[in-house]
């Protein structure tokens, strides 16, 4: 090859490389990050592009190149002329790919394996997913249970997933890790968050009518401020009772994310108003209590008209009894009792 063809492709091949690094570099298309799990995988991700950058820097200088050296004159339809291999050329682009290919392995496979060692004393997270809720619990804080996942920062955690009704995904983009929830299967997650911060989480696996709704909120918070909350917290289950109590199961179990109830804040659209408990109760034809229990229970009896059946989950009949009696009392009580 004469030495002005070696320029060429050499300026070709720096023109689409700096076009490809600006257009890389330039927007920033990763979130945040906030975990010690999602620096690593940062690592990952821009060796695996400057790799594949500069591959796309080569090919496209040699392809502008022969478009521009090796265009037919028009109205030739002769053939080219017959062209051997060249054994160089060919280990070579054997060779360098095979050795490419093996390292991001091995970069990947590095960075799995640590990203899923939890150390001595891991912080334990029982996430439950169901339609369309996340719930969380604390093993190791007497099960504390609370919908706003709080994490102290610095400390590896490790989630346990369980579903209750169909497949879900738990992600938080901010951590860089993701992992379904399935029924019947128990699944885990580690992640160390190094940032304080309040993140969005996220159900990236579509599950239903409320899929989209199926959010929640982490919040990165100092070891000190987390202990204090987690004292609070627990104090104030414990003491709970009355309308707490029904408060809290509708909090926990996600009943805000599908339905509007003005006593909890919540303004759902999946499901009925719940302010209109009574009145829906009378088109029933049923008492407000036995209507409202037999609704949670068996979400199919009655179908309030305007919405389809079989959206609202029939999970919430394994609620044990004390909590769905005050929930029963908690959505009565809101909707201006029985009239
Ligand atoms: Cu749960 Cu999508």
Known sequence: MRRGAVFQLLIFAA?????????????????????????????????????????FSIVGAVLIYSIIKFRAAPGDDSDGPPIHGHTGLEIAWTAVPFLLVTSMGIFSAVVLARNDRTGDNPLKVDVTAQQ???????????????????LPVNRTVRFHLQALDVIHSFWVPEFS??????????????VTP??????????????????????????????????????????????GGGANAGKAVFDQNGCGGCHTFKPASATGKVGPDLDNLAQDAQKAGKPLEDF?????????????????????????KSLPK?????????????SGGAK
Request: neutral net charge.
């Open 15 to 55: 023109v689409v490389g700096v076009i490809t690094t600006v257009t890389a570099l330039y927007p920033n298309w990763l979130p945040p990050q906030a975990s010690e799990q999602a620096d690593r995988i940062e690592y990952v991700f821009w060796y695996v592009t400057a790799i594949c950058a500069a591959i």
């Open 177 to 190: 890790q993701k992992q379904d929830a399935v029924p019947g299967i128990d699944t885990y997650l580690t």
């Open 292 to 316: 409202v229990h037999e609704s949670i229970v068996d979400p199919n009896a009655y179908i309030e008209k305007g919405y389809p059946a079989n959206v609202m989950p029939p999970t919430f």
């Open 132 to 150: 369309f809720a996340w719930s969380f619990k604390y093993p190791q804080q007497k099960n504390l249970a609370t919908t706003v996942l709080r």
């Open 194 to 239: 190094n940032k304080t911060g309040v993140f969005p989480i996220i159900c990236t696996e579509l599950c239903g009518l409320g899929h989209a709704t199926m959010r929640s909120t982490v919040i990165v918070m100092t070891e000190k401020a987390w202990s204090k909350w987690v004292k609070a917290a627990s104090a104030a289950t414990a003491g």
């Open 322 to 334: 004390e909590q769905l009696d005050a929930l029963v009392q908690y959505l009565i009580s809101g």
